[in-house]
Nanobody
Framework: QVQLVESGGGLVQPGASLRLSCAAF????????MGWFRQAPGKEREFVAA????????FYKDSVRGRFTISRDNAKNTGYLQMNNLRPEDTAVYFC???????????????????WGQGTRVTVSS
């Protein structure tokens, strides 16, 4: 079973950038599709971005497409979420997720993932 640890969150001003990392332990990340989700205060967890095991296919929530980029370095067993031009509405706890797969697919629903990190908080405020 793979364990995921996120890092890179923080407090930034609108328009700033952050890069979140998701380090995987106990398994080869190359065997897993990856996703990022977020949960804002008082709201349900929502999908942000997902990618297949080799980044051949990626998918984004409409409101982050063009600003956020999901990527991964399987050799380092680490996934990333580059977030540019951050907005106050991006404020949330961000979670990475992984799902073992033998296919070249991504998954956009939280229930499709078996493994989750503990989350890292992102606050966008002036």
């Amino acid at each position: 079973q793979v364990q995921l640890v996120e890092s890179g969150g923080g407090l930034v001003q609108p328009g700033a950038s952050l890069r979140l990392s998701c380090a995987a332990f106990g398994g080869a990340l190359s065997n897993y599709a990856m996703g990022w989700f977020r949960q804002a205060p008082g709201k349900e967890r929502e999908f942000v971005a997902a990618t297949s095991w080799n980044e051949d296919i990626s998918f984004y929530k409409d409101s982050v497409r063009g600003r956020f980029t999901i990527s991964r370095d399987n050799a380092k067993n680490t996934g990333y979420l580059q977030m540019n031009n951050l907005r106050p509405e991006d404020t949330a706890v961000y979670f990475c997720a992984a799902q073992y797969t033998l296919t070249n697919l991504y998954y956009a629903k939280s229930e499709q993932y078996d493994y989750w990190g503990q989350g890292t908080r992102v606050t966008v405020s002036s």
